[in-house]
């Protein structure tokens, strides 16, 4: 298996633009986690999908944040408008169960200016 | 106070030495523990799960105080090889801000 998939692997884009992450899981993993690290904040839980549905978005920042899962294999996070506070690693994992490993994607580099 | 807590750091070691990371929680509820590494601009990678009874892998041991609720990390023996962030993980998928170890020769 290819491990997480995560697309792209940068971004750069100007504030007030959609910017879409993707990520395609390990398959056979019922879960599925999207994350944020910054410096300041550290790894931060953004929210997590059990078999496509999600579970916990307590972690998304606000409404500018969604994030969808129309199938097992595929998942988005989208931020409309983005703002160069999102600047950030975003990294995708994916687990059998919620309380097992977590295996990470490579991550998407984002910088907003 | 933060749900997961772990010593600041950086700490820089010379090879050979033994290092120790402590790292704090807040739910006393949580039942799963886990250790991370994640080397510089990687993603996080699984290093060793935390058993309620400690557990080793080579030059790594990991433990758990429940009652004062905590999970430790102890290397040995330390390599260049081993610098890097150390992550504690507390379920709910509750990520500590890491602690940076850097090996010297």
């Known amino acids: 298996d290819a491990g997480v998939i995560q697309s792209p692997r940068h971004e750069v884009t100007e504030m007030g633009q959609e910017v879409t992450l993707r990520c395609k899981p390990i398959s056979g993993h019922d879960y599925l986690f999207w994350y944020r690290q910054t410096m300041m904040r550290g790894l931060e839980l953004l929210i997590y999908?059990?078999?496509?549905?999600?579970?916990?978005d307590s972690g998304m920042p606000e409404d500018r944040f969604s994030a969808k899962m129309p199938n097992a294999s595929f998942s988005t996070l989208k931020i409309q408008p983005s703002e160069p506070r999102d600047s950030a690693v975003y990294f995708c994992?994916?687990?059998?169960?919620?309380?097992?490993?977590?295996?990470f994607g490579p991550g998407t580099r984002l910088t907003v200016l | 106070r933060k749900e997961v807590e772990q010593d600041p750091g950086p700490f820089n070691v010379p090879e050979g030495a033994t290092v120790a990371f402590n790292c704090t929680y807040s739910?006393?509820?949580?039942?799963?523990f886990f250790w991370y590494r994640q080397d510089c601009r990687k993603e996080p990678k699984l290093l060793m799960s935390v058993y309620s009874s400690g557990n080793e892998d080579g030059r790594f041991t990991a433990q758990l105080n429940r009652a004062s609720q905590y999970i430790s990390l102890l290397i040995r023996d330390s390599k260049l090889s081993d610098s890097a962030t150390y992550l504690c993980v507390v379920h709910d998928m509750r990520f500590g801000a890491g602690t940076r170890l850097t090996v010297k020769p």
């Open positions: 739910n006393s509820a949580s039942q799963s």
């Open positions: 999908f059990n078999n496509n549905v999600p579970i916990d």
């Open positions: 994992a994916s687990s059998l169960d919620v309380d097992n490993e977590q295996f």
